[in-house]
């Protein structure tokens, strides 16, 4: 920064007066509007004239007024060459020109030098032969090819992607390692395409029937008991299905599909590990963190989130009932739609008890194919923690509990176990129930 003083020329044009008393004009970018006194103190210069020498703070303190200007506009000129420099690069382009001096090496740590069988006459097509022989190629075909004037045809690219593959082996320090052109699905733990398809398919028709079944039920929520959920009549009673044979029925189907997909992903795992380990490469890649597709994390998410909603809806209703069992007693013939395997279930109370276990169960094992149930000896789940924090949103209604969601329902199906266990031990059926 070098400071100026601006005078008038005859022209009226303005002038300013370097420190060495030279006149030069000033470029209108360069030029500033307030002087250096004003700019230091970041105060606003102002002249009352506009042809005044000096603005009204530097004439209030008699001080010179000087206006400064920027740096100079475009780019800056090229530094000068020196001789040292030239003198350098004249010597590396002597060394350079020597001939056998330099060959191209793939191992930065190699020594420059040429072998013995190696003629100065080579190609510069002849790079497989100067190359280092401890590493294998991509394929058994010569990758590069043959001289210029050679009777043998360059291969194309459709006879190099045709071509077998070779097994992996050990890369050199030079040249990284070769990798078989095997489909991704054999180093990465992804399901098949033919499992996401089906997969996609019948969760997406779960969602459809969870969700009609839920506004049916939140239609006729005024009027909403134990009679309408398990007896086949009422507005509940669709597609000749109760509400409590619906819940059992979804809740088999949704585990089914959660169980296909986890050992889809845990055998791609296994796999992968196998191959990687038999390939002998040190490093194994980590699993991604999203073996499952968008589409059929969110339709887990929300299918999972409507069962809990009809959990809670079906033990809020039996808690109900049971409450007011001594007033109203439950009737003794068994339900037509509820069986249960190797359950002689000849009493609507056993028959309310093994359905409650029933998805008590079922709950528990969705639990552990999602990743959501606590404890190492459980494994790995199917979603991925970005997957696991988006769920917990979905089906967290109480922020700051140390109970989650789903072991609460669980809580409260246990609750509801023991009372018919009750009921039935006050009925001489406690040993069938046990």
Request: proline share 8%; aromatic share 6%; charged share 20%.
């Amino acid at each position: 920064m070098s400071a100026s003083r601006r005078i008038m020329s005859p022209s009226g044009s303005d002038v300013f007066q370097d420190e060495r008393g030279g006149n030069f004009s000033m470029h209108p970018a360069q030029q500033r509007l307030s002087c250096e006194g004003c700019r230091k103190h970041k105060a606003k210069c102002q002249r009352i004239n506009a042809d005044d020498p000096k603005c009204g703070r530097c004439l209030m303190h008699k001080i010179d007024c000087n206006v400064g200007r920027q740096r100079r506009i475009g780019r800056p000129r090229r530094r000068g060459v020196t001789e040292a420099t030239l003198q350098s690069g004249q010597r590396g382009a002597d060394d350079a020109s020597r001939p056998g001096q330099h060959v191209l090496s793939p191992n930065p740590h190699a020594p420059p030098s040429l072998p013995a069988s190696t003629s100065p006459s080579s190609s510069a097509y002849d790079i497989p032969a100067l190359l280092d022989v401890g590493f294998s190629s991509f394929t058994d075909v010569a990758v590069f090819p043959e001289p210029l004037g050679a009777s043998a045809p360059i291969p194309s690219m459709a006879v190099l992607l045709s071509t077998p593959d070779t097994p992996l082996s050990r890369p050199s320090i030079g040249r990284p390692p070769s990798l078989s052109r095997a489909p991704a699905a054999t180093l990465w733990p992804q399901p098949s395409v033919e499992t996401i398809s089906v997969s996609v398919a019948t969760l997406s028709q779960i969602n459809i029937d969870l969700h009609n079944r839920m506004q049916a039920t939140e239609a006729h929520k005024h009027v909403l008991d134990l009679d309408l959920i398990i007896y086949r009549r009422g507005p509940l009673f669709i597609n000749n299905l109760t509400l409590a044979e619906f819940t059992l029925k979804v809740s088999r189907e949704y585990l089914s599909v959660l169980t296909n997909l986890h050992s889809a992903v845990s055998h791609q795992k296994s796999f992968a590990s196998s191959a990687l380990r038999h390939n002998g490469l040190s490093l194994s890649p980590r699993a991604p963190d999203q073996p499952l597709t968008a589409p059929v994390t969110l339709a887990i998410t929300s299918i999972f989130a409507q069962l809990l909603d009809l959990y809670e809806l079906n033990l809020k209703c039996l808690l109900t009932r049971l409450e007011r069992f001594n007033v109203e007693p439950i009737a003794s013939t068994p339900l037509p739609g509820l069986a249960f395997e190797a359950h002689n279930a000849d009493i609507r109370c056993m028959q309310g008890m093994l359905f409650v276990e029933a998805i008590h169960n079922l709950l528990q094992r969705m639990e552990v194919s999602l990743g959501i149930s606590m404890g190492p000896e459980h494994g790995d789940g199917l979603l991925s923690p970005r997957q696991l924090y988006t769920l917990w949103n979905e089906i967290s209604d109480e922020f700051g509990s140390s109970i989650t969601r789903p072991d609460s329902i669980k809580s409260s199906m246990q609750e509801a176990i023991w009372r018919i266990r009750q009921l039935l031990a006050n009925r001489g059926l406690y040993g069938l129930a046990a």
